[in-house]
């Protein structure tokens, strides 16, 4: 079994395990990363891409909103690239109190946020999908997130300052001394070979995973993952991020990023996080409350549904003996050596993608007291790759370059703009790309067709490269294909069926995808 | 009005008919733009494709100037996809941002050409066919020297309708003859009257400016709105608002019927009103001959004839009833040429930049009429006409001309 030593290892490649990374390598530990799938696979990678201002929470939770509102002005200065400033709205739609529009406008004010009142008018100018029944408009410093480029700025910053990160690598042993932890074991789910990390501190950054992990430990963490369904409809029907003006409930928000809007979400618990069916009836409640804000949001084209948990953590969790068992949204480090008795091991629980770097900051803090080295935090100004030039994604970037694209570099998915030259520079980058992990580094099937016009054409050309074996490409074309179509099931209907009905005319009529040879 | 992109209740009906795309391709097949040049990426890419990566305020594409407007992407969609819509609209944004140089500005209105040449026709006529002149032309403001441009006159068709004393009639239509019958092809009016008063019609004609369709081709959107509602205004007289509103420029009728309202997101009541009412001068004589109304005192036209549809009045989406009408003149031998566009789309084909496009998506139509080698070509297109003549030599009018003539006309 390959042995590697490090300083800290960490469980997880979703945003908080990115963070923890990026954090401890600045402040000059080795890190390990490791995750049981590709980066960014669970709750990051499937979230609504909100870049909060504070706004969902400056009623209910004035301490989240006050993080989030700090945390949005930070990473607007250190991962412009990562972000879209789309702007954000709050608007009172008829069937919200306008009571609660002044205190939610004292309570962001309280909580720091920048917000300012606009005329109704002034709202539907900018947004003209808008439901012109509205009554009252705030704007606020919502954004959005790109979270595979955030997370692998994360991971590329922590590399360069000598991380090491480990995908398919499924944690299988936590190596305990006693009432210590060592380390752990992963098993390459790729190869099935084993690697034993030994480790100074083990930080467990599971997200709704963290207790799955924690047992291995043998302590328990209470987290209570609470599944989210969310809806991408195939363009963007608002600018900024429309959010209804009451308490957050589900189906009350719009978020344009990349090329769709997305809505969200609902909020049920669930005992496994790896549960992501999403009924029919959960899509169309969806679906229906996006006409408050969008009249006509029903007739426009669902493109996918998909869900994520979040890693909600009980109060009780964790400050002991308090009796409250409201779910807080903001995060909880657990020192299981404080906690348990169990020397070694941290989890860090809760939060949200906009305060992954308070979060990171707050748990690299308690490894930094119990490794007894580290220097002070720096990701409050050290600035991501990719962000150097402090500009902020643009929905239009992506068609700016293909403009300038030379005539001899086709696209090969032309609904997310993908060139040859791109698919060629992203494999070249490791070696055993699954045809979906392709897909979250460059967005490759994630358009109006869903895989239906360029999965052929980057499963051809990995084996034309030989990098796929015939039977490998095939069964990752029939693979990826099944995984598109588990997204679009539910939501079958109008222009996506005739799409989906297209797509399964080119598998099915020309390549005959059921029948091609293993 | 907000000048955005993102701005008429229209527009976002045009952008979210990008829903429908199902990325067939037919469209893309059938652009005659795409298919002689690598400057401009086809109507799916620039269309439903490109506009998810739009939000207004900031274009990401430049590409989308190459679109000639033609509107065969629209018109062959199965999807109904409003793909040469959602380009008009990109180009517009752009334009808005960029600011329209000043050739495209000049263009756009084929008024003020039409009035600072009429006093000095001879002259302009001169000059316009003087190559030393055309080429400073190219060189200085970006109209490419050979690029087809038509021929001014002194007598103004209004000059003519101040003149004419026409038959009364308790059935009456307006005649909406547009710009080139105003300041370059009069006898186009006057024909189109001749028809109709021998019909039976008392025609009424107002004093009309342009529709507009320059300045909207050429992404000058604000000033196009204003140009087609004052236009519609002024083509309603009083006693005339129940009247159908007879068009002889395909163009422009298709502006009144419908793309005021789907491109420029234009409206008003005498807007919506004239769009209705508004008939292309052939679907009208179609409909009267269905009727059994149509006169067929025809004399023999002993003449080979190929009829070309242009795109604008084939986006009409009525067929080609000149066709129609023109096979019931005894001698005469019509030809019908089946391709798609003559490539001057307007004003497309006069730019230095696009000529040379311009006449390789011509080429098919212009090789069948050379093969051809018909004593006339018609076309109900104005720009379409002095494009295929430029082209090819041969002497084109309108099908109106021919009809006149069988009518015993000279």
Same mark, same amino acid.
């Given at each position: 079994m390959n042995a590697l030593d490090t300083d800290v290892l960490v469980i997880g490649g979703g945003s908080t395990g990115a963070g923890v990374a990026w954090d401890s390598a600045l402040r000059g530990l080795h890190v390990t990363l490791v995750d049981r799938q590709d980066f960014a696979t669970g709750t990051s990678g499937r979230f609504h891409g909100l870049l909060h201002s504070g706004g969902r929470y400056a009623v209910k939770d004035p301490g989240s909103a006050r993080e989030c509102a700090a945390e949005n002005r930070i990473l607007r200065q250190v991962a412009a690239d990562c972000l879209e400033d789309t702007g954000g709205l709050f608007v009172s739609t008829p069937? /919200? /109190?306008?009571e609660y529009a002044d205190r939610f406008l004292a309570a962001a004010r309280a909580a720091g946020m920048e917000i300012e009142e606009v005329p109704v008018g002034v709202a539907l100018r900018d947004e003209p999908r808008l439901n012109p029944k509205i009554r009252r408009a705030f704007r606020v410093q919502d954004g959005s997130i790109d979270s595979w480029k955030m997370i692998s700025a994360l991971l590329r910053g922590a590399q360069a300052h000598g991380a090491k990160v480990l995908p398919y690598h499924k944690v299988v042993k936590v190596i305990r001394q006693g009432d210590r932890v060592e380390g752990a074991v992963m098993e390459d789910q790729r190869t099935g070979e084993e690697v034993r990390v030994n480790a100074g501190c083990v930080v467990n950054a599971a997200g709704a995973w963290s207790g799955q992990v924690a047992q291995l430990a043998g302590c328990e963490v209470g987290v209570r993952p609470g599944k989210g369904v969310m809806v991408a409809i195939n363009h963007r029907l608002a600018r900024a991020v429309l959010n209804r003006c009451h308490l957050p409930s589900d189906g009350d928000i719009i978020v344009p990023v990349r090329t769709v809007s997305v809505i969200g979400t609902t909020d049920h618990p669930v005992a496994d996080p790896d549960d992501t069916e999403c009924s029919p009836e959960e899509v169309h409640q969806m679906i229906e409350a996006g006409e408050l804000l969008v009249p006509g949001f029903k007739e426009s084209r669902a493109l996918r549904v998909w869900s994520g948990s979040r890693p909600l953590l009980p109060k009780t969790e964790g400050a002991a003996g308090a009796g409250d068992r409201e779910v807080s949204r903001s995060h909880t480090v657990l020192d299981h050596g404080a906690r348990d008795g169990l020397e070694g091991l941290v989890t860090i629980a809760g939060g949200k993608f906009t305060t992954l770097r308070l979060m990171a900051e707050d748990t690299v803090d308690v490894v930094v007291r119990k490794l007894g080295r580290g220097a002070e935090c720096r990701t409050r100004t050290e600035v991501l790759p990719g962000s150097e030039s402090h500009h902020f994604y643009w929905i239009g970037n992506r068609q700016q370059e293909a403009e300038s694209d030379p005539p001899d570099d086709p696209l090969i998915c032309e609904c997310e703009l993908v060139s040859q030259h791109d698919l060629d520079t992203v494999v070249a980058r490791r070696p055993n790309w699954r045809l979906d992990d392709i897909r979250r580094a460059l967005r490759v099937g994630m358009g109006p067709c869903q895989g239906g016009f360029c999965a052929f054409r980057v499963a051809g050309m990995l084996h034309q490269e030989g990098r796929y074996g015939r039977a490998e490409a095939n069964s990752a074309l029939r693979e990826f294909v099944q995984e598109r179509w588990k997204g679009v099931k539910v939501i079958s209907w109008g222009a996506q069926a005739r799409q989906t009905r297209l797509d399964r005319w080119i598998f099915e009529g020309v390549y005959d995808l059921e029948h091609l040879p293993e | 009005m907000t000048e955005l992109a993102w701005g008429a209740e229209a527009w976002s009906e045009v952008r979210a008919s990008l829903d429908r795309c199902i990325k067939c391709t037919v469209c893309e097949t059938a652009c005659p733009v795409a298919a002689v040049t690598e400057l401009f990426p086809g109507p799916k890419t620039v269309g439903p494709q490109a506009e998810r990566f739009r939000t207004g305020g900031q274009s990401p594409d430049l590409s989308v100037d190459y679109c000639s407007g033609c509107g065969i992407c629209s018109r062959v969609c199965p999807q109904d996809v409003r793909i040469a819509e959602l380009n008009s609209r990109a180009r517009s944004e752009l334009k808005r941002e960029r600011g329209a140089p000043l050739r495209d500005q000049l263009v756009a209105r084929p008024g003020l050409l039409g009035r600072a040449g009429r006093p000095v026709a001879p002259l302009f006529n001169w000059a316009m066919a003087n190559s030393l002149i055309r080429w400073a032309g190219e060189r200085t403001i970006g109209i490419h020297r050979k690029a087809p441009v038509p021929r001014s006159t002194t007598r103004t068709f209004s000059y003519w309708v101040g003149h004419h004393v026409g038959t009364r009639s308790a059935r009456r239509v307006v005649y909406f003859h547009g710009c080139s019958t105003q300041w370059y092809e009069p006898h186009v009016g006057q024909k189109v009257t001749a028809i109709l008063e021998h019909n039976g019609y008392q025609v009424v004609i107002p004093k009309q400016d342009c529709c507009g369709l320059p300045l909207q081709s050429n992404g000058l959107f604000p000033a196009a709105r204003k140009a087609v509602t004052r236009l519609a205004r002024q083509l309603v007289p009083d006693g005339t608002s129940d009247l159908p509103v007879i068009a002889s420029s395909t163009s422009c009728g298709l502006m009144l019927k419908r793309e005021a309202r789907e491109i420029l997101g234009a409206d008003s009541p005498e807007l919506r009103s004239v769009s209705q009412r508004t008939y292309d001068i052939f679907e009208f004589l179609l409909e009267l001959h269905q009727r059994g109304e149509l006169r067929t005192d025809f004399k023999p036209v002993p003449l080979t004839v190929a009829y070309h549809a242009p795109c604008q009045q084939q986006n009409q989406l009525i067929g080609k009833p000149a066709l129609e009408i023109l096979r019931l003149i005894p001698g005469l031998r019509l030809v019908e040429l089946d391709r798609s566009c003559c490539g001057i789309a307007g004003t497309y084909g006069v730019k230095r930049e696009k000529y040379e496009i311009a006449m390789r998506v011509g080429e098919p139509l212009f090789a069948d009429i050379q093969a051809e080698g018909p004593d006339l070509v018609a076309c109900d297109s104005e720009t379409c006409r002095w494009q295929i003549s430029a082209a090819t030599g041969a002497t084109s009018v309108h099908p109106l001309e021919i009809l006149h003539r069988a009518y015993g006309g000279s």
């Amino acid at each position: 079994m390959n042995a590697l030593d490090t300083d800290v290892l960490v469980i997880g490649g979703g945003s908080t395990g990115a963070g923890v990374a990026w954090d401890s390598a600045l402040r000059g530990l080795h890190v390990t990363l490791v995750d049981r799938q590709d980066f960014a696979t669970g709750t990051s990678g499937r979230f609504h891409g909100l870049l909060h201002s504070g706004g969902r929470y400056a009623v209910k939770d004035p301490g989240s909103a006050r993080e989030c509102a700090a945390e949005n002005r930070i990473l607007r200065q250190v991962a412009a690239d990562c972000l879209e400033d789309t702007g954000g709205l709050f608007v009172s739609t008829p069937e /919200d /109190d306008l009571e609660y529009a002044d205190r939610f406008l004292a309570a962001a004010r309280a909580a720091g946020m920048e917000i300012e009142e606009v005329p109704v008018g002034v709202a539907l100018r900018d947004e003209p999908r808008l439901n012109p029944k509205i009554r009252r408009a705030f704007r606020v410093q919502d954004g959005s997130i790109d979270s595979w480029k955030m997370i692998s700025a994360l991971l590329r910053g922590a590399q360069a300052h000598g991380a090491k990160v480990l995908p398919y690598h499924k944690v299988v042993k936590v190596i305990r001394q006693g009432d210590r932890v060592e380390g752990a074991v992963m098993e390459d789910q790729r190869t099935g070979e084993e690697v034993r990390v030994n480790a100074g501190c083990v930080v467990n950054a599971a997200g709704a995973w963290s207790g799955q992990v924690a047992q291995l430990a043998g302590c328990e963490v209470g987290v209570r993952p609470g599944k989210g369904v969310m809806v991408a409809i195939n363009h963007r029907l608002a600018r900024a991020v429309l959010n209804r003006c009451h308490l957050p409930s589900d189906g009350d928000i719009i978020v344009p990023v990349r090329t769709v809007s997305v809505i969200g979400t609902t909020d049920h618990p669930v005992a496994d996080p790896d549960d992501t069916e999403c009924s029919p009836e959960e899509v169309h409640q969806m679906i229906e409350a996006g006409e408050l804000l969008v009249p006509g949001f029903k007739e426009s084209r669902a493109l996918r549904v998909w869900s994520g948990s979040r890693p909600l953590l009980p109060k009780t969790e964790g400050a002991a003996g308090a009796g409250d068992r409201e779910v807080s949204r903001s995060h909880t480090v657990l020192d299981h050596g404080a906690r348990d008795g169990l020397e070694g091991l941290v989890t860090i629980a809760g939060g949200k993608f906009t305060t992954l770097r308070l979060m990171a900051e707050d748990t690299v803090d308690v490894v930094v007291r119990k490794l007894g080295r580290g220097a002070e935090c720096r990701t409050r100004t050290e600035v991501l790759p990719g962000s150097e030039s402090h500009h902020f994604y643009w929905i239009g970037n992506r068609q700016q370059e293909a403009e300038s694209d030379p005539p001899d570099d086709p696209l090969i998915c032309e609904c997310e703009l993908v060139s040859q030259h791109d698919l060629d520079t992203v494999v070249a980058r490791r070696p055993n790309w699954r045809l979906d992990d392709i897909r979250r580094a460059l967005r490759v099937g994630m358009g109006p067709c869903q895989g239906g016009f360029c999965a052929f054409r980057v499963a051809g050309m990995l084996h034309q490269e030989g990098r796929y074996g015939r039977a490998e490409a095939n069964s990752a074309l029939r693979e990826f294909v099944q995984e598109r179509w588990k997204g679009v099931k539910v939501i079958s209907w109008g222009a996506q069926a005739r799409q989906t009905r297209l797509d399964r005319w080119i598998f099915e009529g020309v390549y005959d995808l059921e029948h091609l040879p293993e | 009005m907000t000048e955005l992109a993102w701005g008429a209740e229209a527009w976002s009906e045009v952008r979210a008919s990008l829903d429908r795309c199902i990325k067939c391709t037919v469209c893309e097949t059938a652009c005659p733009v795409a298919a002689v040049t690598e400057l401009f990426p086809g109507p799916k890419t620039v269309g439903p494709q490109a506009e998810r990566f739009r939000t207004g305020g900031q274009s990401p594409d430049l590409s989308v100037d190459y679109c000639s407007g033609c509107g065969i992407c629209s018109r062959v969609c199965p999807q109904d996809v409003r793909i040469a819509e959602l380009n008009s609209r990109a180009r517009s944004e752009l334009k808005r941002e960029r600011g329209a140089p000043l050739r495209d500005q000049l263009v756009a209105r084929p008024g003020l050409l039409g009035r600072a040449g009429r006093p000095v026709a001879p002259l302009f006529n001169w000059a316009m066919a003087n190559s030393l002149i055309r080429w400073a032309g190219e060189r200085t403001i970006g109209i490419h020297r050979k690029a087809p441009v038509p021929r001014s006159t002194t007598r103004t068709f209004s000059y003519w309708v101040g003149h004419h004393v026409g038959t009364r009639s308790a059935r009456r239509v307006v005649y909406f003859h547009g710009c080139s019958t105003q300041w370059y092809e009069p006898h186009v009016g006057q024909k189109v009257t001749a028809i109709l008063e021998h019909n039976g019609y008392q025609v009424v004609i107002p004093k009309q400016d342009c529709c507009g369709l320059p300045l909207q081709s050429n992404g000058l959107f604000p000033a196009a709105r204003k140009a087609v509602t004052r236009l519609a205004r002024q083509l309603v007289p009083d006693g005339t608002s129940d009247l159908p509103v007879i068009a002889s420029s395909t163009s422009c009728g298709l502006m009144l019927k419908r793309e005021a309202r789907e491109i420029l997101g234009a409206d008003s009541p005498e807007l919506r009103s004239v769009s209705q009412r508004t008939y292309d001068i052939f679907e009208f004589l179609l409909e009267l001959h269905q009727r059994g109304e149509l006169r067929t005192d025809f004399k023999p036209v002993p003449l080979t004839v190929a009829y070309h549809a242009p795109c604008q009045q084939q986006n009409q989406l009525i067929g080609k009833p000149a066709l129609e009408i023109l096979r019931l003149i005894p001698g005469l031998r019509l030809v019908e040429l089946d391709r798609s566009c003559c490539g001057i789309a307007g004003t497309y084909g006069v730019k230095r930049e696009k000529y040379e496009i311009a006449m390789r998506v011509g080429e098919p139509l212009f090789a069948d009429i050379q093969a051809e080698g018909p004593d006339l070509v018609a076309c109900d297109s104005e720009t379409c006409r002095w494009q295929i003549s430029a082209a090819t030599g041969a002497t084109s009018v309108h099908p109106l001309e021919i009809l006149h003539r069988a009518y015993g006309g000279s």
